[in-house]
């Protein structure tokens, strides 16, 4: 029997993140070695006799091999508690957190908590052929197409010629193997089994869609009152779509600073197919929809790089949480990023691991297609080249490194060419193109306020801690300065990310290491916020880091119910162990997360902005009754409600009510009856109105938002 010796026992204590560990046995009871790394020798009772088995004392509750997950867990869970507002605390949340992060630390360098590992995959060989035809006719037509963007318009001639490039590169550069069955024979052999089997659901299948189903409940529910009201990058947009219904259809919109064109497309999608109109609506349907289908992405991710039930756990938190909950009911272009960035990662991922040359070309797609939705999106392809640089930092065959340059030269392609007509534009108009993104990091709008190493290193630690201290002061899209995860879900991304490192260490696989820098990496637009530091951390621009930690979420909790099934000593009781303690922890996590979004987002929102529907809904039903939709006007005052968003909330689409001090006597032509919104502060207007109209009446209307009164003046119609 080959037994350790003193030197190896020794050595495992020294170098113990090897996974090299001796244990000496109990007097009287031998073990076997096996020169393996990451071996255990360990002694159970099975491997003694009977007799001596009988003889050892019976193991107490600690003992239960369980408690590697179940008390990091506790501990880590009781650490985010301790920092949850109102009543935080730093030192015993920090202490909580050592805590846990010590004992599991030592339970994974025991083997007892572990990460699923991900699944092996066959490398494929490509011979890197290419079809010259199709070559040829991509980059003519790209250039004919690249020309006929001038003029910041999409027509029919250079949508043509667009379409033709893209096509004719995706076929000279398709890889399909010999012995692949053709696209007929795919859709036959379908057809045969749905007309002999019917469609069938396995119980997986029926799980991952009841995920779903819960994550678009998260989603829609009360998505037209959450939030309640529009501001005024509301109403750019809105007037932006009414161009592209109009039949403007830009490349770039440069109303407000500068806007991507997708957004402006995809709400008047919604408006036609909705028939919701010009409205908040329309915008917050396109972007509930790209929150909702970011996270089948999420679950495949998972799937590909750990296992489907750490997918299917990461799309369920990611489904019900706050954070991308709130940034997809915004309205704004905020759930674009992690829309286009999750299939970006995941097909960049899967090629990769795969060498699969189409998985190259259909991250470019994506890649191309997010630089066309939110401008936090333009620092996706740093990552994409770090995501290609750590996977060739790692000893690897030659084969698969070349494979790897092939993709990434073949998705830089597809993307510029995607990327074309925006690129027409930028260099018609750089300054235009990059004017919001440069006003945040350098001196254009004004100086920075700190050395500029000082405020990255400050925004660089704002944002790393804001998952479990505070995501930021903008009310927008946040409940103000609180953790930007749940309890739950913070407590497994601490622990997670301290497994991933620990795996890391001792494996060297490179996607642990790209899935922890990742995280900072697609955070970067908000960390650079170098003139504005006070907008970071922000959860708009670090939207995309949400893959990765909802990533880790889900491996960190499928390892740990792993563990637990492997724990128990009867199967069946393992398994019901499994299932509580996940329903418990998701369960906990949906109550949270709901009030979280539907009651204190909601009344955060409410309170910080202005009460835009009640005034809307009160020139609505004057309209409707004894007045008129032109005769109802609102006074304009200092840093009070955009008269713009009156008119949508009024259902009057791009009519525009405000009416200065200095107009309102133009109205004493109009004989119909008059209806005057003025602020509570605005003494000056009601002086006015009482002179030019003594015979008029006035009334405070009470607003169900504390501080938002404001009076009406009603005009009688002429006799």
């Not at 992405?297 to 991308?324: C, D, H, Q």
Request: hydrophobic share 50%; net charge neutral.
């Amino acid at each position: 029997m080959n037994e350790p010796s003193v030197l190896d026992y020794v050595k495992s204590k020294i170098f113990f993140w090897r996974g090299y560990v001796v244990e000496i046995p109990p007097p009287g009871v031998d073990s076997a070695f096996v020169d393996e790394p990451g071996t255990r020798f360990d002694v159970s009772t099975s491997d003694v006799p009977t007799s001596d088995a009988a003889a050892l004392p019976r193991p107490d509750v600690m003992s239960w091999p369980g408690w590697w997950v179940m008390l990091p867990l506790l501990l880590a869970l009781a650490a985010q508690r301790a920092l949850e507002p109102p009543t935080r605390s730093i030192l015993l949340g920090m202490s909580f957190y050592l805590l846990a992060a010590g004992f599991l630390l030592w339970g994974s360098l025991r083997g007892r908590v572990t990460l699923p590992a991900a699944p092996a995959q066959p490398e494929t060989s490509d011979p890197m052929t290419v079809r010259p035809l199709g070559m040829w006719i991509s980059i003519v037509f790209g250039l004919l197409a690249f020309l006929a963007f001038g003029g910041n318009r999409f027509t029919q001639i250079n949508l043509l010629l667009w379409l033709i490039s893209l096509a004719a590169f995706f076929y000279a550069f398709w890889y399909l193997p010999p012995d692949a069955p053709t696209l007929r024979e795919k859709l036959r052999t379908i057809f045969e089994r749905f007309k002999s089997n019917g469609i069938i659901f396995s119980p997986w299948s029926l799980l991952v869609l009841a995920v779903f189903a819960l994550s678009a409940f998260y989603r829609f529910y009360q998505l037209d009152r959450v939030p309640p009201e529009m501001f005024s990058d509301h109403a750019e947009k809105l007037y932006d779509v009414a161009d592209v219904l109009a039949g403007k259809y830009s490349i770039f919109f440069p109303r407000n600073t500068g806007r991507e064109a997708f957004q402006m497309y995809l709400t008047a999608a919604m408006s036609l197919i909705f028939n919701t109109d010009l409205s908040f609506l329309s915008l917050k349907l396109g972007t509930a929809f790209a929150g909702l289908f970011t996270l089948p992405f999420i679950y495949l991710l998972g799937k590909e790089v750990a296992s489907r039930r750490a997918g299917l756990l990461a799309m369920a938190f990611a489904g019900i949480a706050y954070w991308p909950n709130v940034i997809a009911r915004v309205a704004l272009r905020f759930a674009l990023y992690p829309f286009f960035a999750a299939p970006t990662l995941y097909f960049l991922v899967r090629g990769l691991r795969r060498g699969s040359r189409n998985d190259f070309l259909l991250a470019g797609l994506f890649l191309g297609l997010g630089l066309h939705g939110y401008s936090p999106f333009r620092f996706v392809p740093f990552v994409v080249l770090a995501a290609v640089g750590v996977y060739l930092l790692h000893k690897r065959p030659r084969a698969q490194r070349r494979q790897a340059i092939w993709g990434l030269i073949l998705l830089v392609f597809v993307s510029l060419l995607i990327f074309a007509p925006l690129l027409r534009y930028a260099l018609s108009d750089m300054p235009g193109f990059t004017y919001r993104t440069m006003t945040r990091m350098s001196e254009v709008e004004q100086p920075f306020p700190e050395p500029v190493w000082q405020i990255f290193t400050q925004n660089l630690w704002a944002a790393l801690t804001m998952f479990f201290w505070d995501d930021g002061e903008i009310w927008v899209h946040s409940v103000t300065h609180r953790p930007a995860l749940g309890m739950v879900s913070a407590a497994l991304f601490a622990l997670g990310g301290l497994m991933l490192t620990v795996r890391y260490l001792r494996r060297r696989n490179w996607l642990d290491l790209f899935w922890l820098i990742s995280i900072p990496l697609l955070m970067m637009p908000s960390i650079l916020s170098l003139a504005f530091p006070d907008e970071n951390p922000s959860l708009n621009r670090t939207g995309a880091a949400l893959i990765p930690v909802f990533l880790i979420v889900g491996m960190t909790l499928d390892g740990f119910l792993n563990q637990l099934e492997r724990s128990s000593r009867v199967p069946a009781r393992g398994q019901w162990l499994v299932w509580g303690v996940g329903i418990l922890l998701l369960g906990g996590s949906c109550a949270q997360n709901f009030d979280l979004v539907f009651n204190q987002y909601r009344e955060n929102f409410a309170r910080s902005s202005w009460n835009t529907s009640e005034l809307g809904a009160v020139i609505r039903q004057f309209a409707d009754t004894i007045g008129d939709e032109d005769s109802a006007w609102v006074v304009p005052y200092p840093h009070w409600v955009d008269t713009r968003l009156v008119g949508m909330r009024a259902d009057v689409p791009l009519r525009d009510y405000a009416l200065w001090p200095d107009q309102i006597a133009d109205t004493l032509d109009n004989p119909l009856a008059k209806l005057f919104l003025y602020k509570l502060e605005d003494t000056d207007t009601r002086d006015m109105l009482e002179t030019i109209y003594p015979n008029g009446a006035v009334q405070l209307y009470d607003s169900a938002i504390e501080g938002k009164d404001f009076y009406i003046y009603f005009v009688p119609p002429e006799q």
